[in-house]
């Protein structure tokens, strides 16, 4: 018995020093491993590189500062915004439209945010429903959903997830994913933004879409780049289908900007031979060019494009509590023009005035928008 218990005791010695020897094996791999990413990152912060934005802002001053295209209006609005508390964040709001194509005569709102959650939900005079969720898991990622309901069979469900580093950007976006049909269909688009110096940074994007499983994959890249100046900004984006995005943005004074971007177009023309862009081709573009300039209560945009259409809007403070917004379009080609005028009115008591007093020292972070 004795000598079944030596050789039991000496079998199991030589497995623990057998498998000791693998375990430091890979301990000196996975420590070689992180000794060679710590010096990587250390390299990399000693480099000093900003944060570059993403792939979808590349062109941000330019499309969403400068430009009118998401803040240009028709017909008559109104807008009613109740606050309900200052911390967290809780607003109810109605928005009264008319003459307008694009906006419902009616839109009923509520709103509610705090540093870590944003909810907004949505509803109009057709029962048409849209709602958006943000969740900041971290500082660095954020978790957006959007879902969009319009009737029987028109439902959308769009999740996006940010990452946000030092000096890179990442993202992943689904759209209407499902795997109902017994496979994978939906839109997913994942993208990066990498800053390669102080003022270059390069982004690429790919897109994977099935729209239903009878369908082939389709797939597309996209690449980006942007070079920041000291009181200037231009960027590229190389788009898929032939697509040349450039846009350029200077401050001119304290509160002068001006801003413009050329969209050319490749396409393959109809009963033609020859590449991307050889004779077969069919070739478009658009140019455009807009000022902003932002005086003490009010702030007057201009924008002037290639095929004779001219905008413009002024946003007036006419009020603490105020705001008049008057918008025209001029279309030379089509020889039509269209008027907007809005009124948005902010209410909130006097407690949640005394709120957002009291937050004004504290430098709390946003919800994440």
Not at 112 to 139: C, E, H, K, M, V
Request: with cysteine; charged share 20%; glycine share 10%.
């Amino acid at each position: 018995m004795a000598s079944q218990t030596d050789f039991g005791s000496s079998i199991e010695s030589k497995d623990q020093e057998i498998y000791g020897r693998g375990l430091t094996r890979d301990n000196s791999f996975m420590a070689g491993i992180s000794d060679f990413y710590s010096a990587f990152a250390e390299r990399r912060r000693a480099l000093n590189l900003p944060y570059p934005g993403t792939v979808d802002n590349v062109a941000r001053e330019v499309q969403k500062d400068v430009f009118l295209t998401n803040s240009m209006f028709t017909g008559l609005r109104a807008d009613i915004t109740k606050m309900l508390s200052m911390s967290p964040i809780f607003q109810v709001s109605h928005a009264f439209a008319m003459g307008s194509q694009a906006l419902p005569p009616y839109t009923f709102a509520v709103l509610y945010g705090t540093p870590r959650i944003f909810l907004q939900g949505n509803i109009d005079n057709d029962l048409q429903l849209s709602a958006r969720s943000n969740l900041r898991w971290t500082d660095s990622l954020v978790t957006k959903t959007n879902t969009q309901i319009a009737g029987p069979g028109q439902a959308m469900i769009q999740v996006d997830n940010e990452y946000t580093g030092d000096d890179f950007s990442a993202s992943l976006k689904t759209l209407n994913p499902s795997m109902l049909e017994g496979g994978l269909t939906g839109t997913f688009i994942g993208s990066y933004m990498q800053s390669v110096t102080p003022r270059l940074a390069l982004g690429l994007e790919t897109l994977w879409q099935r729209t239903a499983l009878s369908q082939g994959p389709d797939t597309a890249v996209s690449y980006a780049a942007r070079y920041k100046g000291n009181d200037w900004i231009a960027s590229a984006a190389l788009q898929a289908q032939g697509a040349i995005v450039t846009s350029y943005w200077r401050r001119l004074t304290d509160k002068v900007e001006a801003g413009a971007d050329l969209n050319l177009q490749f396409a393959p023309g109809l009963g033609g031979a020859g590449g991307l862009m050889g004779p077969g081709s069919r070739k478009e573009g658009v140019a455009n060019l807009g000022v902003k300039y932002d005086f003490r209560a009010s702030t007057f945009r201009a924008q002037l494009d290639s095929t004779g259409r001219i905008s413009c809007l002024l946003d007036k403070r006419v009020a603490p509590m105020i705001q008049l917004s008057v918008a025209a379009e001029l279309d030379h080609s089509k020889q039509q023009g269209k008027v907007g005028l809005a009124v948005s009115v902010e209410a909130a008591s006097e407690e949640t005035m005394e709120q957002q007093e009291k937050l004004v020292g504290l430098n709390l972070p946003p919800p994440p928008y």
